[in-house]
């Protein structure tokens, strides 16, 4: 997999991968309740989010094809880290991982980062050493888990 800065070029690809698993967080499969959330993971929104000076948002690529996406808010928030269906349990999202905090390693700002993870995420995020550092959260039609990681 070959990782790189997303451009707007991205957008509707990164967008469809996203929604495609969106079953994964929220909490009813049709995505009622989500709508206000699930229309930011529209092409308008992730433009917004790769135009923002905020967000490191990368692509990760297997051939031509879009298999994960990595988005880092102030290089201390894991915004998003999807990979597709097809490319699950490869070790991409690993891979997608290790970017993520090489640009917060080498932003020295903090020693930890935080997530909100999906429930269905949640044993990789453990599995790469974040921790919960509170219980299941239920809002707007979603579910997450907030967690951190720290430095060490």
Same mark, same amino acid.
């Given at each position: !997999? ?52 905020? !967000?490191?948002?990368c692509v990760g690529m297997v051939g031509a094809q879009l ?45 930890? !980062?935080?997530?909100?993870?999906t429930p269905f995420a949640l044993p990789f995020y453990e599995h790469v050493g974040f921790r919960a ?13 907030? !967690? ?5």
């Amino acid at each position: !997999m070959h990782i790189r800065k997303a451009t707007k070029d991205d957008v509707p690809a990164i967008s469809a991968l996203i929604l495609s698993l969106a079953h994964h967080f929220t909490l009813r499969p049709d995505g009622a309740g989500a709508e206000e959330f699930l229309l930011s993971l529209q092409p308008s929104g992730i433009e917004r989010h790769i135009d923002s000076d905020q !967000m490191e948002y990368c692509v990760g690529m297997v051939g031509a094809q879009l298999a994960g996406v990595v988005a880092v808010r102030d290089r201390t928030h894991l915004f998003h880290l999807f990979v597709a269906e097809p490319f699950q349990r490869r070790g991409l999202a690993r891979a997608l991982w290790l970017h993520a905090k090489s640009l917060h390693e080498q932003a020295q700002i903090s020693d930890a !980062m935080t997530v909100n993870s999906t429930p269905f995420a949640l044993p990789f995020y453990e599995h790469v050493g974040f921790r919960a550092t509170g219980p299941r959260v239920e809002t707007r039609g979603i579910a997450f888990i907030p !967690m951190r990681w720290t430095l060490g």
